[in-house]
């Protein structure tokens, strides 16, 4: 009876729990390079080559038509990927790292009349999907709210220095 007890209790965290899924708004980030952003190889290692740091970031167009409608009313203007360029992995296997949605202001005025309408929007629709933030700081020039689970962090912010709203998605 123990034995069963503990099967019950513990099944479904087994199942669940040994694989991550990385699949946010439409957008699995578990699936590869070639078929992401629908670039060719040469793609990947010219970024590498001309990048300082150890990703290689680059649009991903391709996928757009995948993306959630009530992620894309976000408005958000740049979708960004992050792959990690010294891999030895095949790029048929390589996956992202993370996830950058971005939006910037032209100047203060914009930002100060856009931003706060749209973190809102952005924490409403994030909450929906993460739960409630593990931390949140709210600044006269900025805001911060980040989300964190075994397979990912999340961050969503907004900075009046860098006039802009930012989500960061990143796999652990």
Do not use: C
């Amino acid at each position: 009876m123990k034995k069963l007890l503990f099967l019950l209790l513990f099944a479904p965290l087994l199942i669940n729990g040994q694989t991550a899924q990385h699949k946010i708004f439409g957008i699995n980030l578990d699936l590869d390079w070639t078929t992401l952003t629908g670039f060719q190889a040469l793609a990947f290692f010219e970024g590498a080559r001309l990048s300082e740091n150890q990703y290689v970031v680059t649009t991903f167009e391709y996928y757009n038509p995948n993306i959630d409608a009530k992620f894309k009313l976000l408005g958000f203007e740049e979708l960004l990927l992050g792959f990690q360029k010294n891999t030895k992995i095949k790029l048929s296997e390589l996956s992202p790292d993370f996830f950058l949605a971005r939006t910037k202001y032209r100047d203060k005025e914009a930002y100060q009349t856009k931003s706060p309408r749209e973190i809102i929007k952005a924490f409403t629709l994030f909450v929906r999907e993460f739960g409630e933030p593990v931390l949140s700081s709210k600044k006269e020039t900025y805001e911060l709210y980040k989300w964190s689970d075994v397979y990912f962090d999340a961050i969503l912010t907004s900075r009046l220095d860098e006039l802009s709203t930012t989500f960061l998605y990143i796999k652990k």
